[in-house]
């Protein structure tokens, strides 16, 4: 269940950083299913992409969306703007199509969150597997949690709200911003490590995008790549696996399963100094 990839310095974390979608939440899961297709037929709609093959436009989408995973999906839609102009089209706002992508997922997911809304959904049913488990394991061990997420965040606040996982990172949900200048996963890691006069192997972070582990990795910290299979809730995606291992992280996981396998990898020979009182959190 974990693969080791570089071994790092454990068992003396304090803070932890967490990404959401897929990391945690299934909420958006095939998110890319709406963003490639409909980024693919922005850039066909030029004019030098008018006379490439659709396939060829696809891939050049696919690749850059997944270079950017992991960063606030403006950043996606402000580099389709680029490749739009490179050929030879007119580009509108970026948070233009940014607008449009997410009103396209909103039509894919609506089940989901009405579902959840109105109990019809069991929230375990769209996290990743051992979610609440995870969460309950590192404040046993003292290590105060922070929420960092690409996707802005009013839909964080409430998506983490309606799977129930809210509670355990408090007031320490991060999402992007209209202004996404002003946030950045690296921005939050920074402020973390800086409030709390933190050293290196005292941050530990899981993610299952590109950047969140980069980010853990020049921070001096511990990342945990979660190589989620999204749409099967089990075992590994090879995809996702070949980019954490790129991107620098530690270990793999498909998800969090075998909780006491990694807790004895992530805190070993440690006993949990901080038990929590009335756990109801779905496993």
Not at 93 to 120: A, F, M
Not at 178 to 207: A, D, H, Q
Not at 223 to 246: F, H, M, P, T, Y
Request: one cysteine or more; hydrophobic letters at 35%; proline letters at 5%.
């Amino acid at each position: 269940m974990i693969e080791t990839v570089c071994p790092g310095s454990v068992g003396r974390f304090r803070y932890a950083v967490l990404d959401f979608d897929g990391t945690l939440s299934l909420i958006r899961e095939g998110w890319q299913q709406i963003m490639i297709p409909y980024f693919t037929d922005e850039l066909c709609r030029t004019p030098e992409g008018g006379r490439l093959p659709r396939q060829e436009l696809e891939l050049r989408a696919r690749e850059f969306i997944t270079l950017l995973t992991g960063k606030q999906t403006i950043y996606q839609c402000i580099r389709l703007a680029e490749e739009i102009e490179r050929l030879g089209g007119q580009p509108q706002d970026p948070q233009v199509y940014k607008d449009e992508y997410h009103r396209r997922l909103l039509l894919r997911i609506d089940g989901r969150l009405k579902g959840l809304e109105s109990g019809e959904i069991e929230p375990q049913a769209l996290t990743v597997p051992g979610s609440y488990a995870l969460l309950e394991m590192l404040l046993r061990h003292g290590v105060t949690p922070y929420l960092a997420s690409g996707t802005d965040e009013v839909y964080v606040l409430k998506e983490a709200h309606l799977l129930g996982v809210d509670r355990f990172f408090g007031p320490h949900i991060y999402g992007a911003q209209r202004e996404y200048k002003t946030f950045s996963k690296k921005m939050v890691i920074e402020r973390i490590i800086r409030e709390n006069g933190l050293r290196g192997e005292e941050l530990i972070g899981f993610g299952d995008g590109y950047v969140e582990i980069e980010n853990i990795r020049e921070a001096g910290g511990y990342a945990v790549g979660v190589a989620s299979n999204e749409a099967q809730r089990c075992g590994i995606d090879e995809w996702k696996r070949e980019r954490l291992i790129r991107a620098g992280a530690n270990i793999i996981i498909p998800d969090y399963r075998d909780i006491r396998e990694l807790e004895e990898q992530l805190f070993p020979g440690e006993v949990s100094v901080c038990p929590l009182k009335n756990s109801t959190a779905p496993n």
